[in-house]
């Protein structure tokens, strides 16, 4: 994991920001989180240094052993305790592992008096995560848990936003379920959107510049600056919300044709490998389900949307026969 620098945001953006560092209810990183990312700042600290903080919350401890022996990584070899979870699974990997179970059992813990559905935000951060994993290992990314963890938190800055009261999200509704109208509403009330607010949250919480980084270029990768060793994190991560709201947006046909646009331009994601992906996503999402205590929906739901994903690709697909016969002729 790379250390955190500065983040640039416009000048524009400071009276909110301002407003978001006096704001009581600002979400925070539980204690063990702050350990971890002290110690990855910390370039002389050991994988048991690690293994002991983890250690100090039980409850971070036993579902990162969990998450371990999931079907995720088909260890051969049964996960007993942290210390073996970061020898079998390695440490970057279960550093993003305890960071993304500890935060967001903090931050479902800190919303109250939420005007978002934290149901559909939190159905949809997960998905983004496991989508975001299958998707880094599609590329061949080292550790595709860093992927897990950005598209994780990639909307933390409407926690942020929302912790504002009033009149924030309120009415927001099905907006929510529609990124595009989500950011320009965010636009038109606070002057910020939730990637820029969700990337200085990040920074303050002194997260790695490469998660600071991939949320701010979540929802447009192609037009934010990121660094180049960054820049496939922050692609899969912005595909892998698209991916998400296949299950959680609008839709069927018009967020499959969102995640094919940006898809196969940044992770070589065609229709026939978003067709295969899709069954392993509901496969993963089943299993990470408990880790995170969301409630993703059940095999009913999952079914109805993933035949409407296969539906949208057959007839994207009946639609570009005839134009690639007409280009032939």
Not at 28 to 48: F, G
Not at 76 to 100: H, K, P
Not at 104 to 110: G, N, T
Not at 306 to 312: C, D, F, M
Request: glycine content about 6%; proline content about 5%.
């Amino acid at each position: 994991m790379q250390s955190t620098s500065a983040l640039s945001l416009p000048e524009s953006f400071q009276p909110i920001l301002e407003k978001l560092v006096l704001c009581q209810r600002l979400p925070s990183p539980p204690t063990v989180a702050e350990k971890i990312l002290a110690l990855v700042e910390d370039r002389s600290a050991t994988m048991n240094d690690f293994a002991d903080v983890i250690r100090l919350d039980p409850g971070l401890a036993a579902r990162l052993i969990r998450m371990g022996n999931s079907p995720i990584y088909g260890q051969r070899r049964e996960i007993l305790e942290v210390r073996q979870a970061i020898t079998l699974v390695g440490l970057d990997a279960t550093i993003s592992n305890a960071l993304s179970i500890a935060l967001v059992a903090s931050m479902r813990d800190e919303a109250t008096q939420s005007n978002l559905d934290q149901e559909l935000f939190w159905s949809r951060s997960v998905a983004a995560a496991s989508a975001g994993r299958l998707l880094a290992r599609h590329i061949h990314l080292k550790v595709p848990e860093t992927v897990f963890m950005g598209a994780l938190l990639q909307d933390i800055g409407m926690l942020a936003l929302d912790s504002l009261g009033e009149p924030g999200y309120a009415g927001i509704g099905p907006q929510q379920r529609d990124h595009r109208k989500l950011i320009a509403h965010e636009i038109k009330v606070f002057g910020i959107d939730h990637a820029a607010a969700g990337a200085w949250l990040a920074s303050r919480w002194k997260m790695p510049m490469q998660y600071c980084q991939a949320i701010l270029a979540s929802h447009e990768p192609m037009e934010t600056p990121v660094d180049a060793e960054n820049a496939q994190l922050a692609d899969c991560v912005a595909v892998a919300g698209l991916v998400a709201d296949i299950f959680y947006g609008p839709d069927a046909q018009t967020c499959v044709r969102r995640a094919l646009a940006l898809g196969e331009q940044r992770v070589q994601l065609s229709p026939s490998v978003l067709a295969s992906l899709l069954p392993k996503l509901i496969e993963e999402l089943t299993e990470v389900s408990g880790l995170f205590e969301v409630d993703l929906g059940g095999p009913e739901f999952f079914e109805e949307r993933h035949a409407a994903a296969l539906q949208a690709l057959e007839q994207d697909a009946q639609e570009a026969r005839p134009q690639a016969a007409g280009a032939s002729a």
